[in-house]
Antibody, heavy 119, light 107 residues
Framework: EVQLVESGGGLVQAGGSLRLSCAAS????????MNWVRQAPGKGLEWVSI????????HYADSVKGRFAISRDNSQNTLYLQMNSLRPEDTAVYYC????????????WGQGILVTVSS | EIVLTQSPATLSLSPGESATLSCRAS??????LAWYQQKPGRAPRLLIY???NRATGIPARFSGSGSGTDFTLTISSLEPEDFAVYYC?????????FGQGTKVEIK
């Protein structure tokens, strides 16, 4: 069974850093493109970043470009999001989501982890 | 970036009624559009991909149509578990974008 479990969220001051983890089971993160998607409280969904299965290609939303970095550890079967220079507007529930490699839509999601950035 | 505009913002319906949700793209996305359902406190769930294909395990009462810039999600007869927020999402161009959502609530 495919499962994605996020961790590492919490409260951080503006300008600070946080690293989110997404532990995968039931498949290998190296076999799928992997994403982070966030949702501010009471708001809609915003795609944040993708790491291609070849690990050589990444894309970022303009809102996080230059501040966030996506990576993975194949030995731990875990996806990461390093978040630096955090801003209050980064406050959100962060989901990791897997790309279905046949359709390239988000077919499995984690339960989400809350990141709160205080000013 | 491609902006997806969903309408209406809220749909108030009774169980058994049919729901029609709209998603309009600011430029053509061909058929590279998906629909997701999200319930409070839960992660989104993929319902429809490539405009009209049901994802694995999705009931036949959910159907999608459209291409180019105009898309529709239809729920043929609402079940109690269908009351939720629905989002469209495009993968035609970077960045991938979502619509702002349509809430289907019980009337």
């Amino acid at each position: 069974e495919v499962q994605l479990v996020e961790s590492g969220g919490g409260l951080v001051q503006a300008g600070g850093s946080l690293r989110l983890s997404c532990a995968a089971s039931g498949f290998s993160v190296s076999n799928n493109h992997m994403n982070w998607v966030r949702q501010a409280p009471g708001k809609g969904l915003e795609w944040v970043s993708i790491l291609y299965k070849n690990a050589g290609t990444t894309h970022y939303a303009d809102s996080v470009k230059g501040r966030f970095a996506i990576s993975r550890d194949n030995s731990q079967n875990t996806l990461y999001l390093q978040m630096n220079s955090l801003r209050p507007e980064d406050t959100a529930v962060y989901y990791c989501a897997r790309d279905d490699m046949a359709t390239f839509y988000f077919d499995y999601w984690g339960q989400g982890i809350l990141v709160t950035v205080s000013s | 970036e491609i902006v997806l505009t969903q309408s209406p913002a809220t749909l108030s319906l009774s169980p058994g009624e049919s729901a029609t949700l709209s998603c309009r793209a600011s430029q053509s996305v061909s058929r590279f559009l998906a629909w997701y359902q999200q319930k409070p406190g839960r992660a989104p769930r993929l319902l429809i991909y490539d405009a009209s294909n049901r994802a694995t395990g999705i009931p036949a009462r959910f159907s999608g149509s459209g291409s180019g810039t105009d898309f529709t999600l239809t729920i043929s007869s609402l079940e109690p578990e269908d009351f939720a927020v629905y989002y469209c999402q495009q993968r035609s161009a970077w960045p991938r974008t979502f619509g702002q959502g349509t809430k289907v609530e019980i009337k």
